[in-house]
T-cell receptor, first 114, second 116 residues
């Protein structure tokens, strides 16, 4: 099983619908992140959470919300999807306790809003 | 305002030659730098990193150079192989200050194409 699992892998939804993207991890990391990737814009941070009781907005949080249900689970919701939210979404985890400050990414969710 | 910049969206290199990917940063508090590689339909994966106390770190065909005075780092791939074709993201973080401790700031990525 992957260390960071995202579901679904692909999703097509209609404008105005509410949709949830889920992320779970087996790394035991405290920190979790949601990014979106758009061509030419790289990875942009939507929300991040440093522990279960800590939620922070990233660069582009408008139109999104998150829930940290447990240390291992971090979900991203689009309250009312719009076409410009069509993108590739990545969940990531990290841990400051070790010497490695890198992130472990999931495989991504490709979301299309029509 | 982007704190990590990759000004070349794409780079094309012949197999066997050197690939040089560049990255600039603006925040002088950054003290740890990483490179990630991303293939289509996959998440980014960690490639190599460097601490600000060093100016070079090597791992096989991959070498990262850091010039702190210029706030510039580069990734060298020698020799380049077709399997290196991917998007490369530069990232930076601070390990010693504030609420953003450990948070990575990413550049926009450079698409490397290695042709036979």
């Amino acid at each position: 099983d992957a260390d960071v699992t995202q579901t679904p892998r692909n999703r097509i939804t209609k404008t105005g619908k509410r949709i949830m993207l889920e992320c779970s991890q087996t790394k035991g990391h405290d920190r979790m992140y949601w990014y979106r990737q758009d061509p030419g814009l790289g990875l942009r941070l939507i929300y991040y959470s440093f522990d279960v009781k800590d939620i922070n907005k990233g660069e582009i949080s408008d139109g999104y919300s998150v829930s940290r249900q447990a240390q291992a689970k971090f979900s991203l919701s689009l309250e009312s999807a719009i076409p410009n939210q069509t993108a590739l979404y990545f969940c990531a985890t990290s841990d400051l306790r070790g010497a490695d400050y890198g992130y472990t990414f999931g495989s991504g969710t490709r979301l299309t809003v029509v | 305002d982007q704190q990590v910049k990759q000004n070349s969206p794409s780079l094309s290199v012949q197999e066997g030659r050197i690939s040089i990917l560049n990255c600039d940063y603006t925040n002088s508090m950054f003290d740890y730098f990483l490179w990630y590689k991303k293939y289509p339909a996959e998440g980014p994966t960690f490639l190599i990193s460097i601490s600000s106390i060093k100016d070079k770190n090597e791992d096989g065909r991959f070498t990262v150079f850091l010039n702190k005075s210029a706030k510039h780092l580069s990734l060298h791939i020698v020799p380049s192989q077709p399997g290196d074709s991917a998007v490369y993201f530069c990232a930076a973080t601070s390990r010693g200050w504030g609420s953003t401790l450990g948070r990575l700031y990413f550049g926009r990525g450079t698409q490397l194409t290695v042709w036979p």
